[in-house]
């Protein structure tokens, strides 16, 4: 099998996180099995890959800074590459990961991951939206099989894509094991150690439209200037396309003392971030799925999030769950989780159990289980 891992090329997030877990682990869950990634196999060692990957900020819209004509003169170039490597190795199955498959002679599985660009393309760039609308046309056309990863994004497929629900396999993802409760001494240390808060609410993903970062502003606006005091706003992301000024729109707001703004994390940052947060707060307008709650949850730490889109099948009952447009609701779940330690210790305890039903290895060996029934 083939797959391609291109996107491991630049800083891990999402879907670079999907691939890089599946390369390692769906050999292990089925040793017959040979997933070929031909970045992962040009990097030189993966401690290396990783390095790279995890020592600087995603580029983030670098899509549209490229002009048409030599996007395309490197796709084509680069799909050309894939082609005669897969004939090379006698590749049975070409697994596109991230939406948009190339040419392929043979079976084509690809993994959708959301579908924000059809349902809300005012959120994207409109050279991204025009060509990831002629990407699913084709891979529609070309696929075999498509996986979803949630059962949000498969029902979204049936009627934006009109793919049939027999051609879809739900596989939903995994925290990694860096995210677990850590011991709250090591925690502050760390945190004092970069000038913040042992107190917080915490904010983790890209700062773009859809994640809803000025209602989050809003609602923390309106808690009581006693718990702004005590609980800054930490929001964790790098800008992507179309990100507001969550600086200028904190202080307006009359916040900006208490909104700090972090930039790109990498893992072992986020991790203690996580561990030391009073609450995640994520209230996002839409998600294919959504693992800073999964993360969040892994570490023990309470999530409020979004009852929108993908966010419940992920979160489950173990989190505070509000309407992003509704920045009223998003403040007293604040307040509740803050007043609240009661609330605050069942909701992590429900996070940790509810966090280890999702696994990288349960996630990959249904990968396996996909990739053997495509071939039989």
């Known amino acids: 099998m083939i797959i391609n891992d291109r996107i491991l090329r630049g800083p891990r997030t999402g879907i670079g996180h999907y691939i890089a877990e599946l390369t390692a682990r769906v050999p292990l869950a089925d ?34 800074d490229i002009a048409p004509w030599l996007r395309f003169v490197i796709e084509t170039g680069y799909q050309a590459a894939f082609r005669s490597v897969g004939r090379a190795l006698r590749c049975r199955i070409y697994h596109e990961p991230a939406h948009v498959p190339g040419p392929w002679g043979g079976i084509t599985l690809t993994t959708i991951h959301d579908l924000s660009v059809l349902r809300f393309p005012q959120w994207h760039p409109a050279d991204r939206v025009r060509w990831q609308e002629r990407g699913l046309k084709r891979a529609v056309a070309q696929s075999a099989h498509f996986i979803a990863v949630s059962a949000s994004t498969k029902d979204e497929m049936t009627t934006l894509l009109g793919v049939r629900p027999e051609r879809v396999t739900v596989i939903h993802l995994g925290a990694r094991e860096i995210f677990h409760p850590r011991p709250r001494a090591a925690v502050e240390a760390w945190l004092a150690a970069r000038n913040l808060s042992a107190k917080y ?25 006693k718990l702004r005091a005590q609980f800054p706003l930490l929001i964790a992301g790098g800008q992507a396309w179309g990100a507001v000024d969550i600086a200028g729109i904190a202080h307006s707001h009359g916040v900006a003392e208490q909104v700090r703004l972090l930039g790109y994390q990498g893992d072992e940052s986020l991790a203690m971030l996580y561990g030391g947060a009073r609450a995640l707060v994520w209230p996002t307008f839409y998600e294919g799925f959504g693992l800073p709650p999964l993360e969040a949850m892994a570490s023990g730490t309470p999530v409020i999030a979004s009852a929108t889109s993908s966010v419940p099948e992920v979160v489950g009952e173990a989190g505070l769950l509000v309407e992003p447009n509704d920045p009223a609701a998003i403040r007293a779940a604040m307040e509740s989780v803050i007043e609240d330690d009661a609330l605050a210790e069942r909701l992590a305890h429900l996070g940790t159990r509810r966090a280890a039903e999702f696994s990288w290895n349960r996630c990959a060996a249904e990968h396996a289980a996909l990739y053997r029934r495509l071939v039989e």
């Open 201 to 225: 609410l915490l904010y983790v993903g890209a700062i773009e439209p859809r994640k809803n970062l000025p209602g989050l502003v809003e609602a923390y606006a309106g808690l009581a200037t």
């Open 31 to 64: 040793p017959a099995i040979r997933l070929f990634g031909p970045f992962a196999r040009l990097a030189r060692n993966r401690e290396r890959l990783t390095t790279l990957n995890h020592s600087r900020a995603p580029r983030q819209g670098a899509r549209q």
